[in-house]
C-alpha cells in the first residue's frame, strides 16, 4: 500500500502498546513497578506507559548481556552465521516499515513520509550493511623478523551501553547496534525518554530473527536514572552516546568514576554553511540551506543553522531563503504530504521559542516565522524562523538551538568567511558553495569539521563516517570506522623455532 492511501490517523487510533523493557529476550516491567506517560508531540496525547528504568533494571540488563557475551553464544558465532542473524534482523526491519514508522511519527513528531522513507530504510541499511561487512574484515601480520609471527586481530570488547537522543531514535541506536552486534559484542540500549517506542520494537525483531536472548536488551528510562546507571556500571565495556555536549562531558566523568570504560560522544553542533557570490546557481543553494535547515523540524546535529553569506549577495540571498520557508510551515505529521511536524515536546518548544527571544534581544532582524503554529492542536510546532544581521558573537550563533531557526551572517572576504566559520566550540559539518575549484578547495581544508560538503549538503550513506571536530564529540559513526570502537586490538606473538 502506498504511503497516501494508508490512513495513519486511523492506525494511530488503534495502536496498543507494550512500554515494557526489553531484558534476557522477553519484556519486564521495571522492578520498581514504576512508569512514565509516554506523550505524542503531535497532539500532547499520552499514548502509553512506558517502563522507567533504574539502577537495578540497568544491573539486570548488564548481567543478561554479560551472561550471553561470556558464554559465547553470539560472540563466538562465526562471522557468516552472525551476518545471516543481522540480515534477517534488517529484513524483520523493513517488513514492520509502517508499524515502526508509526511508533516513531507518534513518539518523537517527524512527518510519517520521512519515518517512512528515511528512518526505517536507513535503520535497516545499516544493520544490513554491518552485516556484509562482518565476515569481509581481516586481521594482520605484523612485518618482523623471520623466528617470530605477530598476529594482530580485532575482537569484540563485551558489553556495550548505547545512549542515545530522540531526534533519528531508530537511526541512532542502529549506528551504535549494528557494527557492536555483528562484532560479536552485547549490548544494552538506553532510548531517549522522549523516543522509547522504537527501540523495544527494534529488540523483538532482532529476537525474531534468531539474535540470541540476551545479547541485545533495552532499558527505558530518564537520563539521569536508566542512562547515569549504565554509564557508570562497572560491567560496561564501552559507552557509545549520541546526545548533547552536556551530557557528553557526564559520559567521560562517569567513565573517570567507574571502569575508565571506553567513551564515544556523538554530540551537538552549529554547522556553518559558506556562501560565496562566484556561485553560479543561487536558487539552488537556497532551496538546500532551506531544506537541509528545516528538515526534520532542524532537529539535527547537522543543520546547517549559521548561514555564512558573503556582504555582496547577503541581501538578495537572504530574501531568497525567506522565501523558501514557507514551504515548510507545519502540519499534522500523521498527513502524507507534511514536510515539517512537531518539536519532541513542551520542554523543547520552550527552548526554541525562548532563542527566538534572544535573537530579538540580541539585535537580529527576524526575516520570516518566530512564532508557533497549530496551537490549537494542543501539539508543539514552531514556523520556520530566519533571522537576518546575526553577529558571530550573539548566543542564538554560538549556542545548539535544535529547532528550526536559521542565522544569516555576513562576511567580507574569504578569510572572514573562514575564520567565522571556525570560530564555534562545535565542529560537526560544514558547507562550501563557490563555482571556483581552488576556492572551493582551499576553504574545504581550512574548515575544522568531520564533514565538509561542496556545493551540496544533502548527500550522506552509511559508508561515509559521521562525527565532529572539538566539542562535536570523537570517534566515528558509520561506515567501517565504526567497527574499531567497538573491538579491541589485540596482538598475539608466535615463535618460530628457525
Ligand atoms: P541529551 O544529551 O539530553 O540526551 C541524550 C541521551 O542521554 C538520552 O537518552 C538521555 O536520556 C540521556 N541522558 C540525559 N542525561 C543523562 C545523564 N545525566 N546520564 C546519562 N544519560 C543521560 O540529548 P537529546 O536532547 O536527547 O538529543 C539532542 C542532542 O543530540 C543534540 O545536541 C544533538 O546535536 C545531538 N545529536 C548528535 C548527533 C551526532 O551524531 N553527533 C546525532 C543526533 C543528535
Redesign the pocket.
Known sequence: MSITTIDWHARAAQLSLDGRAFIGGERRAALAEESFDCISPIDARVLGRVARCQAADVDAAVASARAAFDDGRWARKSPVARKRTLLAFAEKIMAAREELALLETLDMGKPIQFSMSVDVPAAARCVAWYAEAIDKVYGEIAPTGLNALGLIQREAMGVIGA??????PMI?AA?KLAPALAAGNSVVL?????SPLTALRLAELALAAGLPAGVFNVVPG???E???A??LHPDVDAIG????????R??LE?ASRSNLKRVYN????KSAFLVFPDFDDLERCAKTVAASMFFNQG????APSRLLVHESIADDFAKRVAAEAPNYRPANPLDAKTVMGALVDDGQLRTVMGYIDVGHQEGARLLTGGTRALGESGGYYVLPTVFDGVRNDMRIARE?I?GPVLCIIRFKDEAEAIALANDSSYG?QASVWSSHIDRAHRVARALRAGTVHVNQYDEDDITVP???YKQ??NGR?KSLHALDKYTELKTTWLRINP
Open positions: 545512549i542515545v537522543p530522540w531526534n533519528y541512532m549506528w538506553k532510548p531517549s525518554e522522549k530518564y537520563g539521569t536508566a542512562g547515569e549504565l554509564a552516546f549520541t546526545g548533547s555536549t552536556r551530557v557528553g557526564k559520559m562517569y556523538e554530540l551537538g553542533g532537529e539535527s546535529c547537522n545548539e535544535f560537526l559521521f562525527g565532529g562535536s564529540g559513526d
